[in-house]
């Protein structure tokens, strides 16, 4: 995908948004609604990993990424641009597209050996739209998954309110109307086609850097990111949790069931600025104040880390 085609696309994206600042969005819709939520990130690993389980990312990030000089800042990063895109005002979405783009177009490399249906030597490219789908695809259905697993289950018509509206978030990654299904449920169809299509398949870069991501950042968060491994596992489907090495069977899946249980009971009561990401809450104060831009301070590392530790003791205790 060209510099030319995404542009043509963040055309039609300022064509079809009303008010600039409140962005592409707004508060009323079931995007902000699913996306506001700090549980989302508990399918923040298996999206990553899901990611990775195509080659083209996979060797995208070991080749020209920091990823194992600072693997959890980086996950912390995409989340940052994905979360300017949907809860900033229209300039800064732009503006975080174009930049995404940019540092794929230098993400270029041959494949040194075959994987799946992709043969040695196949050349790699960050902005090839098949890749750039995929991962629009992983964000959307485990936000989906993550929703309705602690707070919700969604109807099949806010489904496809929500997937319409992602629509618009498509465009900033290049993907136009004829690029994705028609509705929620065939978009799940083509997920789980995708997995079995040979084009999504775990190679040596992506196990490894799956160890990387999944290894705790602090000796003494060792528990909770050993619960969140398997919570990661129990998202993936079966190829991958394979293919990533994960042992994964009926015991594990009645702990994972019995700590989502205890999740779903304890997240209401969880307080809403531990439970609303950071950019949600900015986006609030930003179209509250009537400023163009308003600065969350608690964001990045220590809102994750405080979640994830409020989650995993409702999940032990």
């Known amino acids: ?14 064509g079809s948004v009303v008010e600039p600042r409140v962005g592409l969005f707004g508060p009323t819709s079931r995007t902000w609604h699913i996306a506001r939520e700090g549980v989302v990130f508990l399918a923040g690993g298996a999206a990553a990993l899901q990611q990775l389980a195509h080659p083209f990312v996979a ?5 020209h990424s920091v990823t194992r000089e600072d693997t959890f800042g980086r996950f912390l990063r995409t989340f ?8 900033g005002p229209l ?15 230098r993400v270029t490399g041959v494949m040194p050996l ?6 040695a030597g196949a050349r790699y490219q960050a902005n090839n739209k098949g890749a750039l789908r995929w991962v629009f695809t992983t964000l959307i259905i485990n936000a989906v998954r993550a929703y309705e697993l602690v707070i919700d289950p969604l109807e099949e018509h806010e489904k496809d309110e929500y997937y319409a509206e992602s629509r618009r978030f498509a465009l900033l990654f290049g993907l136009e109307e004829g690029d994705l299904p028609p509705s929620f449920a065939a978009f799940e169809r083509s997920f789980d086609d995708t997995v079995r299509s040979g084009a ?47 042992s994964f069977g009926p015991r594990e899946q009645a702990r994972v069931d ?19 990401v950071p950019a949600y809450t900015a986006a609030e104060r930003r179209l509250a104040s009537g400023d163009a831009y308003v600065r969350e301070p608690d964001t990045g ?16 205790l």
């Open 258 to 276: 019995t700590s989502i249980l205890a999740i779903r009971r304890a997240y209401p009561r969880i307080p809403a600025r531990l439970r609303h």
């Open 301 to 316: 590392r220590p809102f994750l880390l405080k979640l994830l530790l409020r989650m995993s003791r409702a999940a032990v």
């Open 1 to 14: 995908m060209t510099r030319a085609d995404l542009e043509r696309c963040l055309d039609l994206v300022k």
């Open 91 to 105: 300039d800064r979405a732009l503006r975080s597209a174009r930049a995404v783009h940019a540092i794929h177009e």
């Open 114 to 119: 075959p994987a799946g249906s992709w043969s």
């Open 80 to 87: 940052e641009n994905v979360y300017a895109m949907i809860f």
């Open 59 to 63: 060797h995208g990030v070991a080749e």
């Open 200 to 246: 999504i398949v775990v190679t040596p870069p992506a196990r490894e850097l799956a160890d990387y991501l999944l290894a705790p950042p602090h000796p003494a968060l060792g528990l909770a990111w050993r619960w969140y491994t398997l919570v990661t596992a129990s998202l993936l489907p079966e190829p991958l949790r394979e293919g990533f090495g994960f």
